[in-house]
T-cell receptor
């Protein structure tokens, strides 16, 4: 059983650019959630996907968007990057029946 | 709205000491789950425990134990005989509905010194 994997692990982008982060969910899990964790803070919920549909969204602007694919892997896209978007982006997967969310190792995004 | 407060920002202990990490939560739900996660320097959030609000029995897992007190809305985490490998940031979390999304506290950074 493979765990949650995210790519890339580190990324540096320039303000105004666009970025795509990827997440492969744990085998058997059909729900993927994305979180943003700023330095020294707890993770903040961005949005969740269930069976390829967005199924909940936190307080993030529309330039944060996502996709979930038939194999339940997911992408997080951020347009028009701002300096404050610099953070660790965490992906979590969970099963329909389970209640534990299992996290990947995160992608550390730096916007300069 | 759900809220989780971890008042301790940083704690330092000497190896083999016991340490308790505090978590206070707010929810209007009558049934809910509570979670603890560990975040080592690598960044991944490691699941430690899930507790159902129906079950107020304390739980012990090796050197880890959890004290759930519904009357005071607290879910505290104790590490007995701490080790250097316990050094990490620990987060308490509460789902907004069902199992996700999770609302996290700001975390407590634990440093265990040899």
């Amino acid at each position: 059983e493979t765990g949650v994997t995210q790519s890339p692990t580190h990324l540096i982008k320039t303000r105004g650019q666009q970025v795509t982060l990827r997440c492969s969910s744990q085998s058997g899990h059909n729900t993927v959630s994305w979180y943003q964790q700023a330095l020294g803070q707890g993770p903040q919920f961005i949005f969740q996907y269930y069976r390829e549909e967005e199924n909940g969204r936190g307080n993030f602007p529309p330039r944060f968007s996502g996709l979930q694919f038939p194999n339940y892997s997911s992408e997080l896209n951020v347009n028009a990057l701002e300096l404050d978007d610099s953070a660790l982006y965490l992906c979590a997967s969970s099963s329909q029946r389970g209640t534990e969310a299992f996290f990947g190792q995160g992608t550390r995004l730096t916007v300069v | 709205a759900q809220k989780v407060t971890q008042a301790q920002t940083e704690i330092s202990v000497v190896e083999k000491e016991d340490v308790t990490l505090d978590c206070v939560y707010e929810t209007r739900d009558t049934t809910y789950y509570l979670f603890w996660y560990k975040q080592p320097p690598s960044g991944e959030l490691v699941f430690l425990i899930r507790r159902n609000s129906f079950d107020e029995q304390n739980e012990i897992s090796g050197r880890y134990s959890w004290n759930f007190q519904k009357s005071t809305s607290s879910f505290n985490f104790t590490i007995t005989a701490s080790q250097v490998v316990d050094s990490a940031v620990y987060f308490c979390a509460l789902p907004t509905s069902g199992n996700t999304p999770l609302v996290f506290g700001k975390g407590t950074r634990l440093s265990v010194i040899a």
